[in-house]
């Protein structure tokens, strides 16, 4: 089987979503998603504060797609159309065939099972379809969410990540969490 060649951006769909590339029409979404406070907490990231700063975020989806090294989709809700999140690969290593997940949605959409659902085709793309050993997650300590989102779709904390990431102003404390193929074939495939 031939390795995805990055050529065309993989479009996705689930019951209620369709994962698709970002578009100059998600500069408004992607900018509430940003700006809200609630949903930049555990990340590295200030909230935006105009819309030139979402579409750099933009600019940035497709440059680590052009470099071969990430993949985001924006989240489409099929109801409305609108926007309401994103998910994908980061820090992706062909030779180590190893990427990070990360995922983000609109607060007034959490706790609906929609990044469950979302993250269910895009694990496995990870491992069918870019042929990951190991697709990893870090999480800040106190991310509940977060870390409940991982447990239900199978990742395992395997270790502690001490004072790894700088945040206001202090070094904090992240959860390394990892789904290795053999994982993925015993808790996804029939
Ligand atoms: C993390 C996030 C994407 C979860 O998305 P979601 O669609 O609400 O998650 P789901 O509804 O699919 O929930 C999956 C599981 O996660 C756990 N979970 C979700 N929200 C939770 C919360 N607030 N507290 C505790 N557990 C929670 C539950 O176990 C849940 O399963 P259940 O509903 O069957 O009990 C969302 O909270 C978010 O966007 N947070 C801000 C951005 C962020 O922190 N990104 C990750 C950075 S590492």
Not at 113 to 135: N, R
């Amino acid at each position: 089987m031939t390795l995805f060649s990055f050529e065309f951006f993989p479009r996705m769909e689930t019951e209620r979503f369709i994962l698709r590339k970002s578009e100059e029409r998600d500069i408004t979404d992607l900018y509430e998603l940003y700006s809200d406070q609630e949903v930049i907490k555990y990340t590295l990231l200030q909230p935006f504060l105009d819309h030139n700063e979402a579409r750099q975020e933009m600019n940035w989806y497709h440059e680590i797609f052009e470099q071969q090294i990430g993949i985001r989709w924006l989240i489409e809700d099929k109801a409305t159309g609108k926007m309401i999140g994103t998910c994908g690969f980061l820090h992706y290593v062909k030779e180590y065939a190893r990427s990070e997940i990360g995922y983000d949605l609109v607060p007034a959409y959490w706790r609906r099972g929609i990044m469950s659902e979302v993250a269910a085709p895009i694990i496995a793309f990870g491992f069918d379809t870019l042929q990951l050993h190991c697709i990893e997650a870090k999480v800040d300590v106190v991310n509940a969410a977060s870390i409940g989102l991982l447990s239900k779709l199978g990742f395992k904390q395997d270790r502690e990540l001490i004072e790894y990431e700088f945040e206001a102003g202090q070094f904090i404390e992240l959860l390394h969490f990892a789904m290795l193929r053999r994982d993925y074939r015993r808790l996804w495939l029939p």
